[in-house]
């Protein structure tokens, strides 16, 4: 709708809010661990069940409509956000009234509009087709229908409407649909979208179970905004482009235009995946104290997808993860064809595709040209050969976790699982090798030593390998002078990778003169002492979307206990604000996942906890 088209539909929208929230779920039972967690959460735990997707497609119902927005219970949301998001400062000006009486005031609607709109029923608007002034229509509930609201706001005759009126320069329309009232910004615009309104915002509401949604039809949307989307990608990519022209180094510049480049590349390979969807459906939720943000795509019939994406089909392997120690800062666990994996940060376009595996590929061996001055062709060969042998050796399925651990600041553990048969043992040491030999030559030798050293010592008998990697005494880092004597050991013991096999599995630990109490916490773990699959939290993370094959989630509360127990650390990386501010509550603080169905159903949610809620929101 155009800007200051009128105002009403901006008071319903932006007033959207609740007499009374959503019943919690009973508490979850507490969990029995074999001594207390020494970070009790302050807050009442609250599980959170299975988000539910509609695989069901929205019926267009041969309209002109190519995006639509509803909130099923707008009074139910706001009040959800004045308890659990809306500053307590600004709280008492948050309620319905009051946002509907300022924006009223402020676009100099009459009170009465105020009195009688009623923010119980659904909210929505329909936009479609597009063009330069793209057509709009808005549907609302009002006391006494929409012959009361022509009346209280003064409107005038028009043909084929039940009335019109100004907002500002713009002529808004009135027609009534049932008991609602819809206001549209063309004559004729309600005639062609009544249907659909009905059908797909008004009765549907009471089945949609995100507070907001937002639905897109990219086959018919994306051709009238691709010059706009295309003007703007470069637009982007100029300014970028004057940027890196400020660096002075030349190996930086070099990389920078290769990620650049890189960029380019993948936005439209981005776009070409978006006209693949039939319907996508973005969406946020705040329920149990948690606010969600997410999207959920449908794939096109008869097209590209599922059959050209490298990561459908795939769940997380849950018992791996769960058999990790229970103090983990922070967690990443994922299930992907090994190939796939340099593109994994294309999640968030959905499917991931081989074109994008091979970019991902090109700007690995770019960036690692620009920096040791070595050659790309070669780089982009020993990679790809990397990457064919992992799929051969590994599954897919991995879990990496940073955990609190006494004496260092945070140990890193990963796990990955083998294909049955196979040992990865001799890739990694011939990788490790290839390393020393090339990849970690040239510049970057001026700053690292490293060594690869085979049998390094064994755990239980089982032989340990361990990488090094060393800052050069010559060139300390700029914080050194800041630091203790028990952090500046820390750095001089340098980065030591730990890989070992076991029960057809890999793992790796980085723990600074802590490596043997770390891999024997591990697998103490999981023999069942103090893991992380009996912790409640997990347990509900878990349950949010079974089907999930990627997962990132941390616990903010526990990040900021290790950052005060480091002061030296805490100062000189600027922490000190961070580690005294009461934030977090537990290892749902936050969590962003991805599923991608065997159909090609792709879905992901960022999803923010209570504990993180509650400390944003401040006392």
């Not at 295309?230 to 190996?251: D, F, P």
Request: charged residues 20%; hydrophobic residues 40%.
């Amino acid at each position: 709708m155009k800007k200051g088209q009128f105002g009403l539909c901006g008071v319903v929208l932006a007033a959207c809010t609740s007499a009374a929230p959503r019943p919690e779920a009973d508490p979850a039972p507490q969990n029995v661990a074999a001594k207390p967690d020494p970070q009790e959460s302050a807050l009442p735990f609250t599980a959170t069940p299975a988000s539910r997707f509609d695989s069901s497609p929205v019926d267009r119902l041969g309209t002109p409509v190519l995006v639509h927005l509803l909130i099923p219970r707008p009074a139910e949301w706001m009040a959800e956000l004045q308890q659990h998001v809306v500053p307590s400062r600004f709280a008492p000006m948050s309620t319905p009234e009051g946002l509907l009486s300022l924006i009223a005031m402020g676009a100099g609607l009459p009170a009465k509009l105020v009195e009688n709109t009623d923010l119980t029923r659904p909210f929505g608007c329909t936009f479609g087709p597009m063009s330069s002034e793209p057509e709009s229509a808005c549907v609302f509930s009002y006391r006494g229908g929409a012959k009361e609201f022509a009346q209280d706001i003064g409107a005038g005759p028009a043909d084929g409407h039940l009335g019109t009126f100004k907002a500002g320069q713009f002529s808004v329309y009135i027609d009534a649909l049932g008991d609602d009232v819809v206001l549209s910004d063309r004559a004729g615009t309600f005639g062609l979208t009544a249907k659909y309104i009905e059908t797909n915002l008004v009765r549907r509401a009471h089945t949609v179970e995100p507070d907001l949604e937002i639905v897109l039809f990219p086959p018919d949307l994306l051709p009238s905004l691709r010059p706009l989307v295309a003007q703007q990608m470069t637009n982007t990519h100029a300014e970028y482009a004057g940027k890196i022209l400020t660096y002075e180094n030349a190996a930086v510049r070099k990389a920078l235009e290769a990620g650049a480049s890189y960029e380019r590349s993948v936005d439209q390979l981005s776009l070409e995946k978006l006209a693949e969807y039939s319907q996508v459906t973005l969406f946020a939720d705040l329920a149990h104290g948690r606010f969600a943000l997410g999207a959920h795509g449908l794939p096109r019939p008869g097209g590209r997808f599922p059959r050209e994406s490298l990561s459908h089909g795939r769940h997380l392997d849950y018992e791996l993860a769960a058999g990790f120690p229970r103090e983990v800062l922070g967690l990443l666990t994922f299930d992907m064809d090994p190939w796939a994996l340099p593109a994994i940060n294309r999640h968030y376009s959905g499917w991931i595709t081989e074109g994008e595996v091979q970019f991902s590929i090109q700007i690995f061996a770019a960036l690692w040209a620009a920096a040791s001055g070595g050659s790309q062709a070669k780089a982009e060969k020993a990679l790809t050969r990397h990457l064919q042998e992992e799929r051969s050796l590994y599954s897919g399925s991995a879990m990496w976790a940073a955990i609190e651990h006494p004496g260092v600041p945070l140990a890193l553990i990963g796990a990955r699982r083998l294909v049955p048969g196979q040992t990865g043992r001799d890739s990694w040491r011939a990788w490790a090798r290839r390393m020393d030999d090339g990849f970690l030559g040239g510049t970057l030798a001026e700053f690292f030593t490293w060594s690869f050293t085979p049998d390094a010592w064994r755990l239980d008998g089982v032989e340990v390998d361990r990488w090094s990697i060393h800052l050069r005494k010559e060139k300390p880092p700029r914080i050194a002078s800041s630091l203790s004597p028990r952090t500046l050991a820390l750095f001089d013991a340098g980065l030591v990778i730990d890989r070992l096999e076991r029960d057809g599995h890999v793992y790796y630990v980085v723990a600074p003169g802590a490596e043997e109490a770390v891999f024997r916490r591990l697998f103490a773990a999981q023999a069942g002492d103090r893991r992380l699959g009996d912790e409640q939290r997990f347990t509900s993370l878990r349950a949010r979307d079974p089907q999930a094959h990627f997962l990132f989630a941390g616990d903010v509360q526990r990040i900021r206990a290790v950052v005060a127990a480091w002061p030296d650390l805490k100062a000189a990386f600027g922490l000190d604000a961070f580690a005294a501010t009461p934030i977090g509550d537990g290892l749902d603080d936050l969590a962003v996942r991805f599923a991608e169905t065997e159909q090609g159903e792709v879905r992901g949610e960022l999803v923010v906890g209570p504990g993180l809620l509650k400390a944003l929101r401040g006392p």
